[in-house]
């Protein structure tokens, strides 16, 4: 099994599917309190005395005065020559400087271990623990005969190591400042350099070094402000705290008071958590974890007063057991949000349904009605809304009102509005007025007041259908006497003598779930759009991003979770949501999903590591109420090198495996294993479906073609075999085709290949003055103007081919090729919309609808289905308890999901 991540080694890369390292100094800088960072420090030698001293004033403390503080500072204010242990040194304390005034604390290298000691001093007091026992509670401390011990932690690959201070005995209460009592497990206040907040424990051990310091261990709760949330740490409740597994050591006298800290169950029902909070300094009710900026539930009692080795990051289960072997396939409901042509959710069934949940997609939602199209198409199961997601969640509100009317639903979140008018049955004649836009004999146009009779309600939306400048709600009406060409959208408000037909609407509707109601929904999933974060755009507002109108469905999306409350939610996004304004949006999404009791985490992944030849990194977030398992992340399955594209805060959030491990990984794909078995078209093809016209070459291409019932976790019927669809390019104009028909077919071949361009020593391309410039037949230029420009002419970009032995940076929603690398190889035109969505991990059976265009845009704007399919086989087992540890890491099991045997390609162990 792998072993633990190794925060301590070497700059290189070792060549596979592993994180960069610099990993150490990543996690100290995750946190923004170099204290709760420094945690994770070693304790020093006695003998580095001096220049440890020196480090910590550069670093954080420079200022520092004679004030004893935890953890370090002290033990760098406290030079002073070895004690003699069981001598008293008594210090000068009065009790005017206790616990309640600011604390100036006096240099207290000359605590005592006095029982029943003078007044003023910092010393332990009541019996020793018993030596057996303290050695079996904390064998670490009793190793060695010097002050310090260097430990090597469990972790497999043998490199972490850290220094032990050494301990003469331990005790279980402490008097501080001669007045203040603490006991073992006591919460309390550690003192902190000035001007900063004093710093929040649980106090886990007490004891005597051999050297005769007095210490206590630490175990640091944080506050949510040096979390990863930063400055968006206002957002969550003062009084809230998060405990952590970080320890260190500190001199005794560093405790300032004891808290009450009460530990609260974590509830999605916000007010019945606010009814459960006594009176309190803080609460808490989750740990907080650096790996993967998770927040989880806190673990049971008696692990949160013992200290624990750090262990693997990843979960030992054993996976090998668990596909299939839910005999029962427990049934979930999921919601797609700007679902798109539902590429995110298709993945998260299938790869659910093979870790033996039966995750269906009930509800999808966007606002591009050629992206809903597709979606229905492939997923007949699916209610798919075409409307923007602001209007589904008023939608969502104005049904559960209605249902409650209709006392088919208790309204809990709702007060029962107007809609009870409709229980009257006297108002029942259907007859409704409608104005009719009619033209006069003249031909003008006008309108008019008629009575018509309404024969039923076909649908319902939340929104202005007939464009009158009003949002509001409406119902469809088929007409009494009239067919479906004369449907109209009614609104509510005019259909009230309607009862009959709203009721038997509602009801219908209701027992059928067209819409959930809070509770109906298990999981969420979207990746709701935040184009005020993208480098593209160039009036981004870095100050406040959620003021941005770009950037508002990030809101959305997250009052959609508040007011569904599913059991999961994955939320997907670009990784500039955790580069854009330092990160805002991301700690922005972190915050809201803690704020609703959610437990979080998130982590980014890069498509290729799954099995692709794209490399694509994303970032996703996972949510689960408290009272489930949180879903890990799937470890990569193939070798690929991840790229530095995450800032170096977040490069821990990385799904990767660590250094030192040896997974077994499949060779990273290329572009020919994807497509080199599709029939060559030309610029022109223009025909939706066609014969593949001959066999899979690869292994990726079996398994892509598959049909849908053959795919491992589909759970569709029966559907047969499958044409081979959108396999046509973007037509490029004339001009485009002729240029690219001038481009050679070998690797590297792009603008920068046809006559008149040179590229000098600096990479960046001139015209060559002996040579006359080219012109196409339409009198365009051969070599555009925007091409010698693009980057500053140092891009390599335009009209560039791509290679059969190439993995694609990021498939993008367009196809032009003026600025990306996007030639077929071989072929005189742009990858088809297939040889894209073979990119993205596609199936084949997947059929696209819309106009070329949005074909493309449906194709780039996806989540890679091998991600997602890998995302839901963990969503899959954490839905279903089968997850046995909190980690945030998983293997998939061997070859997921991919049946078919192995052919030729081997293990990547040897592709070096
Ligand atoms: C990144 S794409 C989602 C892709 C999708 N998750 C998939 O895997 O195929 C974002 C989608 O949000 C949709 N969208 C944008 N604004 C929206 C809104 N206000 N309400 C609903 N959908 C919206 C876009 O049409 C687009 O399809």
């Known amino acids: 099994m792998p072993s633990t991540r190794n925060t301590s080694t070497s700059t290189e890369e070792a060549g596979s599917v592993k994180k960069q390292t610099r990993s150490s100094q990543r996690i100290r800088n995750t946190v923004s309190k170099p204290a709760y960072n420094e945690a994770i420090d070693i304790i020093e030698d006695e003998s580095s005395e001096v220049s440890r001293g020196g480090k910590r004033k550069e670093r954080s403390v420079a200022s520092a005065a004679k004030t004893s503080k935890r953890s370090k500072p002290s033990l760098e204010e406290t030079p002073s020559p070895k004690s003699n242990n069981d001598e008293a040194v008594l210090h000068d304390r009065s009790e005017s400087e206790s616990k309640t005034s600011p604390k100036i604390l006096k240099n207290k290298r000359e605590a005592a271990v006095v029982d029943g000691g003078d007044d003023g001093e910092t010393m332990f007091i009541g019996e020793p623990v018993a030596d057996e026992e303290a050695r079996r509670r904390w064998p670490k401390r009793y190793q060695g005969k010097g002050a310090k011990r260097v430990v090597t932690k469990s972790s497999k690959d043998g490199s972490d190591s850290e220094e032990v201070i050494q301990a003469r005995r331990h005790y279980t209460q402490a008097k501080v400042d001669g007045c203040l009592i603490y006991n073992l497990y006591d919460d309390a206040h550690v003192k902190a350099e000035e001007g900063e907040d004093n710093y929040i424990c649980k106090i886990v051990e007490m004891f005597e070094a051999v050297d005769g310091d007095l210490y206590f261990t630490a175990q640091w709760f944080y506050r949510a402000r040096d979390t990863v949330l930063k400055k968006l740490g206002h957002l969550i409740d003062k009084k809230r705290v998060f405990f952590s597994e970080i320890q260190d050591d500190n001199p005794l006298d560093c405790l300032v008071e004891k808290l009450n800290i009460v530990k609260v169950s974590l509830n999605v029902d916000s007010e019945v958590k606010k009814k459960e909070i006594p009176s309190c300094d803080y609460y808490c009710d989750m740990l907080y974890k650096l790996e993967y900026s998770s927040f989880t539930n806190l673990p049971p009692e008696e692990k949160t007063n013992v200290s624990e080795e750090a262990s693997s990051t990843i979960s030992e289960d054993n996976l090998d057991n668990v596909v299939g072997a839910n005999n029962n396939h427990e049934e979930a409901s999921l919601l797609d949000l700007y679902s798109g042509c539902g590429a995110m959710s298709t993945g998260l069934c299938l790869g659910a349904n093979m870790a033996g949940l039966k995750l269906v997609t009930r509800w999808a939602v966007d606002i591009n009605k050629y992206a809903c199209e597709s979606l229905q198409w492939n997923h007949p199961e699916t209610t798919v809304r075409n409307e923007p997601a602001e209007d589904f969640l008023a939608l969502l509100k104005e049904w559960e009102r209605l249902c409650a009317s209709f006392s088919l639903s208790k309204s809990e979140n709702l007060e029962k509005q107007s809609f009870n008018s409709y229980d009257n049955e006297d108002d029942n004649n259907n007859e409704v007025e409608v104005e009719v836009e009619d033209e006069d004999e003249d031909g003008n146009g006008g309108s008019d007041g ?349 009209f560039a081919r791509l290679w059969w032995d190439e993995t694609v940076p990021t498939v993008v929603t367009r196809a032009e090729p003026h600025n990306q690398a996007i030639l077929h190889p071989e072929q005189d035109r742009v990858l088809t919309i297939r040889e894209n969505a073979r990119l993205q991990g596609f199936p084949d059976y997947y059929k696209l609808f819309g106009p070329v265009k949005e074909r493309y845009i449906q194709v780039g704007n996806a989540v890679a289905v091998p991600v997602s399919r890998a995302l839901g086989y963990a969503l899959g087992l954490a839905y279903q308890g089968v997850v046995s540890s909190d980690e945030p890491l998983m293997k998939l099991p061997p070859r997921f999901p991919n049946p078919v045997e192995k052919t030729s390609s081997g293990s990547s162990q040897d592709n070096s």
């Open 450 to 798: 008629e009575v018509f009779e309404v024969e039923k309600f076909l649908a319902i939306c939340y929104g202005d259908p007939k464009e009158k400048g009003e949002r509001q709600l409406h119902f469809k009406v088929r007409w009494k006497n009239y067919g479906p060409e004369e449907d109209t959208w009614e609104p509510l408000e005019g259909l009230g003598d309607c009862q009959e037909c709203l009721k038997e609407f509602v009801t219908a509707g209701f027992n059928s779930k067209i819409l959930p109601l809070p509770g109906d929904v298990d999981v969420i999933c979207g990746g709701p759009p935040c184009q005020g974060i993208s480098g593209f755009n160039r009036f981004r507002n870095k100050d406040n991003p959620l003021q941005d109108e770009k950037n508002k469905q990030l809101q959305v999306f997250m009052d959609i979770v508040e007011y569904l409350k599913p059991k999961f939610v994955l939320m997907e996004n670009v990784v500039d949501i955790v580069k854009f304004s330092e990160g805002f949006l991301g700690r922005y999404a972190l915050s809201q999903l803690l704020h609703l009791n959610y437990q979080v985490r998130m982590g980014m992944m890069a498509a290729g590591a799954y099995g692709l030849p794209q490399f694509r990194m994303r970032a996703f977030f996972w949510g689960a109420r408290p009272n489930e398992k949180l879903p890990q992340y799937p470890l990569p399955t193939h070798d690929l090198i991840v790229r530095g594209v995450i800032p170096l805060e977040f490069e821990m959030n990385t799904v990767a495996w660590s250094e030192g491990q040896k997974p077994e990984l499949e060779k990273k794909l290329l572009l020919e294993d994807a497509i080199s078995d599709l029939p060559p078209v030309g610029n022109y093809e223009n025909q939706d479906a066609m014969d593949y016209g001959n066999d899979p070459k690869t292994e990726f291409q079996q398994f892509i073609r598959l049909s849908r019932d053959d795919m491992p976790g589909s759970s569709s019927a029966k559907s047969g075999k499958h044409l081979l669809y959108d396999h046509r390019p973007l037509q490029l104009n004339t001009d485009d085709y002729q240029r690219v028909c001038r481009i050679p077919k070998r690797k590297g071949a792009n603008f920068r290949d046809l006559p008149g361009v040179l590229v000098k020593a600096d990479n960046k391309v001139e015209w060559d003055p002996n040579v006359e410039r080219v012109y196409l037949e339409s009198g365009k230029p051969l070599v555009p103007d925007y091409a010698m420009t693009f980057v500053g002419g140092t891009s390599c970009k335009p």
